[in-house]
């Protein structure tokens, strides 16, 4: 166990809706990370949090957004979705903000778009 | 620009065989940190190892060991004496202080095969 809780670990919906993933942090931990996972992509940074504001940003699509709360939890926002969109979705936390730690994943949420 | 390759996609081995992971990173910054993860068939991603860009010192833990060249760009991974609980997708990652961010690269993932 990681310690990085991310939900709902499944999610089914349709093209066009709209869905928000979780996730908590390690406790103590400032940064947060959000990563994609799919079979053609592999695995891809998407976006980086650190205490609560934005630090980096990778291949994130303009229809996803997300935040980082004062208590430290993510919320990733994925809408008009595509089937393309279909992933597994990680979080990942590491401490302090400072550069080399090694980032601590949760176990995903796996999103299916019919 | 920083990219990591894992050439190889998939091996099988036979339990006891002793099996290499091959990564290759290029990146152009002097600074940087090298990871492996490994992904067991439950999904989830599981931390092995960093090292950073100056200490090119090999590390044993257990049936695990990192050979680390920066001559080659190369951080494998050797496993002794695999098991069936080694097998798992294994990816290699790297991070780079002048990107600005703490952001891993990761390689397209190795699967490896542990048959009893």
């Known amino acids: 166990d990681s310690g990085v809780t991310q939900t709902p670990k499944h999610l089914i919906t349709a093209t066009g809706q709209r869905v928000t993933l979780r996730c908590s942090p390690r406790?103590?931990?400032?940064?947060v990370y959000w990563y994609q996972q799919s079979l053609d992509q592999g695995l891809q940074f998407l976006i980086q949090?650190?205490?609560?504001?934005?630090?980096a940003k990778g291949n994130i699509l303009e229809r996803f957004s997300a935040q980082q709360f004062p208590d430290l939890h993510s919320e990733l926002n994925l809408s008009s979705l595509e089937l393309g969109d279909s992933a597994l979705y990680f979080c990942?936390?590491?401490?302090?903000?400072?550069?080399?730690?090694?980032?601590?994943f949760g176990p995903g949420t796996r999103l299916t778009v019919t | 620009a920083q990219k990591v390759t894992q050439a190889q996609t998939e091996i099988s081995v036979v339990e006891k065989e002793d099996v290499t992971l091959d990564c290759v990173y290029e990146?152009?910054?002097?600074?940087?940190?090298l990871f492996w993860y490994k992904q067991p068939p439950s999904g989830e991603l599981v931390f092995l190892i960093r090292r950073n860009s100056f200490d090119e010192q090999n590390e044993i833990s257990g049936r695990y060991s990192w050979n680390f060249q920066k001559s080659t760009s190369s951080f494998n991974f050797t496993i002794t004496a695999s098991q069936v609980v080694d097998s798992a997708v294994y990816f290699c990652?790297?991070?780079?202080?002048?990107?600005?961010?703490?952001?891993?690269?990761f390689g397209k993932g190795m699967k490896l095969t542990v048959n009893p």
């Open positions: 990146t152009r910054d002097t600074t940087y940190y």
């Open positions: 406790s103590g931990d400032l940064s």
């Open positions: 949090y650190y205490n609560g504001e934005e630090r």
């Open positions: 990652a790297l991070s780079e202080a002048q990107s600005g961010s703490e952001k891993l690269v």
């Open positions: 990942a936390s590491s401490g302090g903000g400072s550069w080399g730690y090694e980032q601590y």
